[in-house]
């Protein structure tokens, strides 16, 4: 292992190369199997530090490689231990991310003598209790389930050195902080801690206060992070048109792997039959559908046998597939931060990829705010119909869109196709 520098991590430093990184030489080769050539900048930044156990606070958008930069560090560490043991815990708030973070683990770790093993609902609790007894190093769990099994009196982490809470923000949209700050309360207080989060509000601020110890705060600049590499691009149209917009766009060339997103699970589902009635087949996952049917629509989005899936925000959380070539808003979100969240679905590690957002006239003042948030102004396609509809006027659509006095946002700042 290389001598640790104390300049390193700082954000004035160029980014470091994987092999000028405090990693051991399997874990490199590991890496190099993924196809991963250089750390991203939050890796960059994480992966010296980490090693080193200490306490972490990494904010950086969906998509900017926050798995690898706890993952590696935890391998690193563990490099020595002896099997048998459970040394880190990774909490999640998804089962899709668990399974994605024990995917990469096995990956990273291939060369080493570290098991990993995701804990979730919905399946049987056999294997996991395996896995808590000793069949595994690293558990990467979701907070319902790792309970589950606790209150049974079976996991042992007297040995535990390592806590990572993954997607905190998530969590505490999900309602899991309570569950987050049971276990915790049951983990030795000698650890290092690690949170990462794509924002920062003030509970998990509050959060980190209470679970960490002295922190190193590593933070990447979230709203130009969401607009590089991103094309962005709306159109606006009457709401009961969209479906027919969008069945247009998924022909047109380019349109290879296609993530939709709904604000509800019913309009997803109604989505899919609408665009399937138009001779489109599309893939469908949210929180109804059970943990098979997940698997197997992201399955077939993955490898390419469904190349249109619609998924509402929450589901959507754990999706990571290499390549998405567009997200499209079937809905804009309510949030402006639901929309970065959303387009880190595309243009991921750096990627080319658009988002284009279907905006109904309900939904101007909404997909305003996203403008002001990501600081970019968004080329607008007027595809509303002139004829229809007299008796609700789609004036708005050219008039100015920012108020007197709402200052717009800048239209310079950044490289956009439109
Ligand atoms: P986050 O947790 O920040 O949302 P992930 O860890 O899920 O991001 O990584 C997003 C995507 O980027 C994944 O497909 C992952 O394989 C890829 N990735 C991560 N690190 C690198 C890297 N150094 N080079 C290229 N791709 C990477
Ligand atoms: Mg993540």
Redesign the pocket.
């Known amino acids: 292992m290389n001598e640790p520098n104390p300049t390193q991590g700082e954000a004035s430093q160029p980014n470091k190369q994987y092999d000028e990184m405090p990693l051991h030489e399997t874990l490199r080769r590991g890496v190099k199997e993924?196809?991963?050539?250089?750390?991203?900048p939050?890796?960059a930044k994480t992966i010296p530090q980490a090693v080193l156990g200490t306490d972490i606070i990494g904010t950086?958008?969906?998509?900017?490689?926050?798995?690898?930069?706890f993952l590696l560090p935890i391998l690193e560490r563990l490099l020595r231990e002896p099997t048998g043991r459970i040394y880190a815990l990774v909490l999640t708030p998804t089962r899709e991310l668990a399974l994605?973070a024990e995917t990469?683990l096995k990956k990273l770790g291939r060369h080493t003598h570290l098991k990993g093993a995701a804990v979730y609902g919905g399946v049987g609790m056999e294997p996991q209790q395996r896995a808590l007894r000793g069949g595994a190093e690293i558990i990467i769990a979701t907070p319902g389930r790792l309970l589950d099994h606790m209150s049974r009196g079976y996991v042992d982490f007297r040995h535990l050195r390592i806590l990572v809470l993954?997607?905190a923000d998530r969590m505490l949209d999900m309602g899991f902080i309570p569950d987050v700050r049971d276990i915790v309360g049951r983990l030795p207080r000698n650890r290092q801690t690690m949170l990462?989060s794509?924002t920062m509000p003030p509970e998990i601020v509050r959060l980190s206060r209470e679970f960490l110890n002295n922190p190193r705060m590593i933070r990447m600049e979230e709203k130009t992070v969401a607009a590089a590499g991103v094309s962005h691009r709306a159109i606006l149209v009457e709401a009961n048109r969209k479906t027919s917009i969008l069945s247009d766009l998924l022909r047109q060339e380019g349109m290879d792997s296609v993530l939709v997103f709904t604000k509800t699970k019913h309009r997803a589902d109604r989505l899919s039959f609408q665009l399937q009635k138009m001779g489109v087949r599309a893939g469908v996952i949210h929180g109804d559908k059970s943990q098979s049917q997940r698997v197997r629509a992201l399955e077939a989005f993955r490898n390419g046998s469904q190349r249109v899936l619609i998924a509402t925000d929450i589901a959507a959380r754990g999706i990571?597939v290499?390549g998405i070539s567009h997200v499209i808003n079937y809905d804009v979100p309510h949030e402006a931060a639901t929309y970065v969240h959303r387009v880190?679905r595309t243009a991921?590690?750096q990627k080319e990829g658009d988002a284009i957002s279907l905006v109904s006239r309900e939904e101007q003042d909404d997909f305003d705010r996203i403008e002001q948030f990501i600081g970019m102004a968004i080329a607008r396609e007027n595809k509303t119909d002139p004829n229809a509809a007299p008796q609700a006027p789609m004036g708005r659509f050219s008039q100015p869109r920012h108020r007197p006095g709402v200052r717009p946002p800048p239209r310079h700042r950044y490289q956009h196709k439109f």
Do not use: C, N, V
């Open positions: 993924m196809g991963y050539t250089e750390p991203t939050i890796q950086a958008q969906t998509g900017s490689g926050k798995t690898a930069a994605q990469f993954d997607e990462f794509a990571d290499e880190g991921r590690a």
